[in-house]
């Protein structure tokens, strides 16, 4: 006869049961030493006598549950991640879990299942980690096997420690401060790229992502473009110790890397204050979402077969909706302090760079490694004197214009060598070339005022450094 194991509960209820019906007792009394009712009772005595102590294994002992997951579908989920999303957090994999193969479980559910496996969450906490190192360095004690050391061994080898960011009180309302970096990281197998992030402070909805080669002003510069486009103009950037963002003492006034002043120059020509620091965790929402996107955004990547930066650029418009639906705070009583939108003509000038130049021998101008010559809207070339300085505008849009004397010329490029020649090619009618637009003269154009910004800037870090 097979022996029958009872649980601590089930065996208190069969031995009070035994008593009762080997001792004809009080019913009642075992009603309340039970917590059931007489009748329940009644039917404990009929089970004990028909059935002995087998009556009180419970029902559903040894039976699977008709909510859980088969097992061959358990060890497939548990395969996919290891081969394929390692890299993703539980929370996240639940989701490509949904959405592909049409399967919901719990964080916690998969949690369980990767714990078996000696796996934690990318995101795990440091107390988490250093208690799953300890359980693996006492498995490793205690095993001889030589191949299952290694596979210890391993495990152990990816069990890493991060640091975390201090908390602190979010800004009142949105668009009061912009927290603003760019993360280098392997966004795709072997491409390291720098992915430029903006998030609100108040929100934590990411107001502009853009990748790039390095961190460079273009990447900034087109983050601010996706702000003042879809937002407005912000009240504060909060960002590291950059040159793109604070002016660094340079010995030539004239030196192309003054350039990297252009990002602050087009804020203060838009009323928007910049404030830095060296401190990573002064500014933490900007580095945990930085963390979040490494979590996640490579993945994603994979998924939506991206292998350039080009395309990288354009998924992430589509991403950044999904990923502020899901994540971002999504408050009634959060006032916006966004001013209102400037307009894209106003944007195109104000998102420039400013390089100052001097007119050559040649009445041209010398830029990225080309010659050009300014030409009125009509094209007809402006002959203008040697050495003259002047100032090389270059749009957001990429359009090159050149202030001289506050006048603005198109900047007409000067090929090397003529399209065509009269004597031995095919007669070419020239069409009449279109009238260009040239944008109105605007304070950001004006070289004096762009030369009084730098001087200003120069004087305050040199009093700084005194």
């Known amino acids: 006869m097979r022996k029958v194991e009872l649980r601590m509960n089930e065996e208190n209820k069969y031995l009070i049961i035994k008593k009762l019906v080997e001792t004809d007792g009080n019913k009642k009394r075992a009603a309340i030493k039970l917590n059931c ?4 009772v009644n039917r404990l005595i009929l089970k004990y006598k028909n059935e002995g102590k087998a009556g009180f294994v419970h029902g559903n002992r040894s039976k699977i549950p008709s909510t859980a997951i088969p097992l061959d579908v358990k060890n497939k989920i548990i395969k996919l991640y290891i081969e394929e999303y390692s890299d993703a ?16 479980i719990s964080d916690t559910t998969l949690n369980k299942w990767l714990r078996e496996e000696n796996i934690i969450s990318p995101k795990a906490r440091k107390k988490t980690r250093k208690i799953l190192k300890e359980t693996l360095k006492t498995k490793l004690e205690n095993t001889s096997s030589k191949k ?3 596979v210890i061994k391993e495990a152990i080898a990816i069990v890493d420690e991060k640091d975390a960011h201090p908390r602190r009180p979010r800004c009142k309302y949105m668009g009061e401060m912009i927290q603003m970096d760019a ?3 392997e966004w795709l197998k072997n491409k390291v790229w720098h992915l430029h992030l903006a998030v609100d402070d108040a929100t934590g ?3 502009g992502a853009y990748f790039d080669n390095q961190e460079t002003l273009k990447g900034y510069y087109n983050v601010f473009y996706q702000i003042l486009t879809n937002y407005g103009i912000p009240a504060m950037f909060y960002t ?6 604070e002016y660094k003492r340079k010995n030539n006034a004239f030196d192309d890397e003054d350039t990297f002043t252009q990002f602050s120059y087009a804020c203060h020509n838009l009323g928007v204050d910049i404030k830095t620091t060296s401190v990573a965790q002064a500014k933490g929402r900007i580095e945990r979402m930085n963390q979040t996107f490494q979590s996640r955004l490579p993945v994603d990547l994979r998924r939506a077969h991206i292998t350039d930066i080009e395309s990288a650029n354009e998924f992430l418009k589509s ?5 502020n639906d899901q994540f971002a705070l999504h408050l009634n009583t959060t006032k916006s302090v966004f001013e209102t939108q400037p307009s894209l003509e106003k944007i195109n000038c104000t998102l420039a760079v400013l390089s100052p130049r001097k007119i050559d021998s040649g009445h041209s101008i010398k830029f990225k490694n080309k010659i050009y010559i300014p030409v009125t809207e009509k094209g007809i070339p402006t002959y203008l004197k040697n050495k003259m300085d002047c100032m090389v505008i270059e749009a957001f849009d990429g359009n090159l214009y050149v202030n001289v004397l506050d006048q603005i010329h198109i900047m007409k490029e000067v090929p090397e060598h003529e399209l065509y020649s009269i004597e031995f090619d095919e007669k070419v009618i020239e069409k009449k070339p279109k009238k260009k637009y040239i944008p109105p003269m605007s304070h950001p154009w004006k070289q004096a005022s ?6 200003k800037q120069k004087h305050r870090n040199f009093g700084a450094n005194v």
């Open 205 to 207: 909805e990411v107001v």
């Open 89 to 104: 957090n539980f929370t996240h994999f639940c989701e490509i879990i949904e959405e592909d193969l049409n399967i919901k």
């Open 450 to 455: 762009y030369l009084n910004y730098l001087a």
């Open 183 to 185: 993360s280098s990281y």
């Open 319 to 323: 991403y950044l909706k999904k990923f």
């Open 37 to 40: 009712t007489v009748r329940t």
């Open 148 to 150: 299952i050391q290694n």
């Open 240 to 245: 590291d110790r950059r040159t793109v963002f």
